[in-house]
């Protein structure tokens, strides 16, 4: 016997002789599903490396690579708002080593983008929704007071002088501040960018005022002091930043926005090799070392199963459908 073969692919062997002993038929998707993943697998992720996408994409591919002895390689694709690397996606082959890891920006996408080269609930398929966290408006505090209060006294006294910069145009982040505007009655600039990792690092270099952000990206730059977080959305204050306020404590009860990220496979993709790849991708994000990693960002691995993220994001589309027709926003 080969003595390079893996313990997974022994037992997928015998699975399969014992199957064929019985007289049924195994089929090679059966035989494949068995010892995936037996090759690198690639995941898309649809914007520049260092933003909140990457945040929780490097440390799961790290955790996967460990558990299964694979690598699971990370694809920065960044553009129109995360929707470039999504239409990438869906075009990839469903042989089970493609996947697409995206966000709640794509289920605002299609009441933003007239015209999409790929449809989210058709062409790609949802596996498992990995992170939530909050947003989070942070500041930079050589430009913009620390205060929340004084904060909003300078954004009402100077309407319009004063900028956010978001991912991109129909991202959380640029719907986000919409909301701000809309709730607090007040104008802010908007200044899209290819990824919240560039506009993130225009906020931290001065060249931008603030950003509303999902806080996993945002959290390291926030505790090494060169941001400053002046609300958390919703209404508990994020127990990774205690001394944070919610947007409930100033005076914004209805002010809730959530960043979360997702894992998708192409549409064809065999629904027993989706079965193992939930299930490595759940081993991977509920390991301890990812439960730190999601503990220090602010964030929480959902328990959601296969269906009910299908239901979630139908839920979301026609959430931000609604959210994007109230506030008028449009593409920069």
């Known amino acids: 016997m080969n003595q390079h073969y893996t313990r997974r692919q022994l037992l997928g062997f015998g699975a399969a002789s014992a199957a064929a002993g019985l007289g049924l038929h195994v089929s090679p998707a059966m035989a494949q599903a068995s010892s995936w993943p ?12 260092g933003g909140g996408t990457d945040a929780f994409a490097r440390p799961l591919s790290a955790q996967f ?14 553009g129109a708002g995360g929707t470039l690397g999504a239409g990438i996606a ?128 945002s959290a390291t730059h926030i505790k090494s002091g060169r941001i400053k977080a002046l609300m958390v959305s919703g209404n508990k204050r994020n127990p990774a ?27 064809g993709t065999p629904a027993d090799i989706q079965a193992r790849m939930i299930e490595e991708i759940r081993k991977a994000g509920l390991s301890d070392e990812a439960k730190q990693v999601w503990a220090n960002q602010g964030a929480e691995f959902s328990n959601m199963n296969q269906a009910q993220f299908g239901q979630f994001i139908n839920n979301e589309i026609k959430r931000w459908a609604a959210v994007v027709k109230a506030s008028g926003a449009k593409l920069d």
């Open 38 to 49: 037996t090759k690198p697998v690639t995941m898309i992720v649809p914007f520049p490396a």
């Open 65 to 78: 690579s460990k558990l299964t002895g694979k690598q699971l390689i990370i694809d920065n694709r960044g």
């Open 90 to 217: 869906a075009k990839a082959a469903p042989d089970g080593y493609n996947l697409f890891m995206g966000a709640v920006h794509h289920t605002i996408a299609p009441s933003m983008y007239p015209k999409l080269d790929y449809n989210l609930e058709r062409d790609l398929i949802p596996l498992a929704l990995v992170a939530v966290v909050p947003q989070v408006l942070v500041v930079n505090p050589q430009r913009v007071p620390g205060d929340y209060k004084a904060f909003l006294a300078q954004v009402k006294s100077s309407p319009g002088r004063l900028n956010y910069g978001s991912a991109g145009g129909g991202t959380s982040h640029h719907l986000a501040g919409e909301l701000f505007k809309q709730q607090t009655n007040t104008f802010i600039t908007h200044i899209p960018y290819r990824g919240a990792g560039p506009a993130l690092q225009d906020l931290i270099s001065g060249n931008v005022d603030m950003m509303f952000d999902g806080l996993g990206s």
């Open 241 to 267: 930043f205690p001394d944070v306020p919610c947007a409930a404590e100033v005076g914004l009860p209805d002010y809730t926005v959530t960043t979360w990220y997702g894992i998708w496979a192409p549409k």
